[in-house]
């Protein structure tokens, strides 16, 4: 008998955690790598799976950014740190020129990420005009490739994207 079936579960985030089907578990790992959305309470549920891997977009590293973005900073921290605690979790940027791509922000970002665990991978991407930011110009790869130099000051496992 698992720990699952041991235990009763009796709240709601019992159940969410141990009931949901996977594609409604894919929803909210959508939900939370696009906005951050705090699901602390699922993290901390005994039944969450730590043999399950995260990634989790840190979209900059100052609340003015985010509040451009309609999210919070402070929360999509307290996301990566709950998970950097229970489970293997890989964070991503996409870096916008003119709005997370200068050196100062790369080395808080690392240098935060390293303070939680200096193997955590971050993944520093190159971001592409779409959608609602259709107006920002394409991230140089040399800028990327830069900024992950910067983050190799602090952590191991630093990897370029969409190069």
């Not at 969450?48 to 003015?64: E, H, P, S």
């Not at 890989?90 to 020129?97: A, D, K, Q, S, W």
Request: charged share 25%; glycine share 6%.
């Amino acid at each position: 008998m698992t720990s699952i079936q041991r235990r009763e579960m009796s709240s709601p985030v019992d159940k969410i955690a141990g009931n949901v089907p996977i594609v409604m578990a894919k929803v909210f790992e959508s939900v939370k790598e696009a906005t951050g959305i705090d699901l602390s309470d699922i993290v901390r549920a005994e039944s969450y799976d730590a043999r399950v891997n995260r990634n989790i977009d840190l979209k900059g590293f100052t609340q003015k950014f985010y509040d451009k973005l309609g999210g919070s900073l402070e929360t999509v921290k307290g996301s990566i740190r709950l998970c950097a605690e229970r489970c293997h979790v890989e964070v991503t940027t996409l870096v916008i020129p003119g709005e997370n791509d200068t050196h100062e922000e790369m080395d808080g970002i690392a240098g935060w990420l390293a303070s939680l665990n200096p193997d955590i991978p971050l993944h520093v991407s190159q971001f592409f005009p779409r959608y609602r930011m259709g107006d920002k110009p394409l991230t140089p790869v040399e800028t990327v490739y830069a900024l992950a130099e910067t983050a190799r000051k602090h952590l191991r496992y630093v990897y370029e994207g969409n190069c």
